[in-house]
Structures are given as C-alpha cells and as structure tokens.
C-alpha cells in the first residue's frame, strides 16, 4: 500500500483506478489491521461458542441420565450375578463389580456349539425373568448415544481458545486510539460485554459438567483422578 499512499502525495485521483482509490482509503483509516483482526474474531467468536456449548450439554444430559436409571442399574446386577456364578469356585468368584470394560467381552465366552454367547445368553435370562425390571433400559440413555460422538476430551482446550479470542480482541479495543463513542468502539464494546457474560456461562457449564461426569465415574467405581474421556466412557454403554 506503500506506493499508492506515495503517488497520492503528488498527484490527483484522475488517472487512478477504483481498486487504488479503495486502497488510498483504507490506508487512511487508523489501526486498520488492528480493527480487521478484531473484526474477524468478533465474528468467529459466536460460532464456535454455537459448536461448544452443544455439545457439552449433551454430556450433561448423559451423565444426569445415567445416575437416574434403574432399569440399567438392574441390568449391570444381572450381569454380575451371572459372571459370579460362571466363575464360582475361582480367585473371581464373589465379586462386587466389574469394570465396564469387560463388557465387550460378552461375547467372547460362547456355548459348546458355538451358536450362542454370554450376550445372547444374558438377554434371554432378562427376557424370561426380569423384563419387567430391565426392558426399556435404552430409553432410559437415550442421551448416550449423542454423548458418545463428542470429543468432551477436547472441551478444555476449545474453551482456552474461545477465552484467548475474547483477551485478544479486549487488547485490539486497549490499543486502538480512539474516542470512545466511535463506531469501532462501540461495536466493539457492545461485543465485549455480551460475549464476556457468554464465556463466563459457558465455562460455568462446563464446571457443572465436568462435576457430574467426576460424580458418574464415582458411581461406578472408576478412575476420577485420570478420568477417561468422556466419548471412551459413554461408547461403552453405546454398545451394548
């Protein structure tokens, strides 16, 4: 932009094309790359806070769905009274849980010809003796599925990135030297407020999410200090 802002020192606007006059103008306007790249993360900013909060509600729903259950509660008795009866008179005998991890493994064990598994052998037993107590479990996670497709490990760091736009464009406002009743500033500041009050309920969301998920692994007796993302926990109840 350099030598159109030098040709103008000298010389009229006559002979000029309309793309040098747009770019005389915008050489005129103060901090302009400033405003751009505020302007750009004005508008970036909604979207991906639109791609976050969705997602991590569905988590939400997920793990208040799962701590309410009954049906599904009553169905991880049955299989572990199964497994204790398989494995009576082992070092496995009597236990008081299992991890949900072993899940996929119930159909490993297989009857004599081959044609049935534990799985198979599970559902009939639930059929038979306890549908009343266990059927319509599934209705119960309908939130499972949806939770099992987010990428939860990654909310923290899409959260830093939404926080570090928000500083960004609070540090382009501070620098821009400018009346405050300008337009700039007050688009700007308009966005700022807004959008302040949106990452602090964001980040609250997520607080309460996490706390949830924390209380969820609890209950099942898994790992909170080094918790499992939450896509890997919940895949485990999505197949089932």
């Known amino acids: 932009m350099e030598p159109v802002i030098e040709y103008f020192k000298d010389h009229d606007d006559s002979n000029i094309g309309d793309a040098e006059k747009f770019a005389y103008a915008l050489s005129k306007i103060p901090s ?3 405003k751009l790249t505020a302007f750009a993360q004005k508008l970036e900013f909604p979207v991906k806070l639109a791609e976050v909060t969705p997602d991590i509600k569905k988590v939400q729903v997920a793990c208040e769905q799962i701590l309410k259950s009954k049906k599904f509660i009553r169905l991880m008795e049955i299989v572990l009274l199964i497994g204790n009866y398989l494995n009576k008179g082992t070092n496995r005998d009597k236990c008081h849980g299992f991890k949900f991890n072993t899940l ?6 297989k009857t004599g010809d081959n044609k049935r598994t534990l799985l198979h052998y599970i559902a009939s037993i639930t059929e038979e003796k306890y549908k009343e107590e266990v059927w319509g479990w599934e209705q119960e996670l309908e939130g499972i599925p949806a939770a099992a497709k987010v990428a939860g490990a ?4 899409d959260i830093g990135a939404l926080d570090k736009m928000f500083q960004d464009v609070k540090k382009s406002i501070s620098s821009v030297k400018e009346d405050s009743n ?4 007050k688009i700007m500041n308009t966005f700022t407020v807004a ?3 949106d990452l602090s309920d964001l ?3 997520f607080d309460e999410t ?3 998920y924390l209380e969820v692994l609890d209950y099942f007796a898994e790992d909170t200090k080094k918790p499992q993302p939450p896509e890997d ?3 485990q109840f999505h197949n089932l």
């Open 154 to 157: 990654q909310f923290e760091s």
């Open 233 to 235: 926990f919940f895949n």
């Open 104 to 109: 996929s493994k119930l159909t490993d064990t």
């Open 182 to 185: 300008s337009d700039f500033m």
């Open 195 to 197: 959008s302040e009050g």
């Open 203 to 205: 980040k609250s969301l």
């Open 32 to 34: 302009l790359n400033i």
């Open 210 to 212: 996490n706390k949830k």
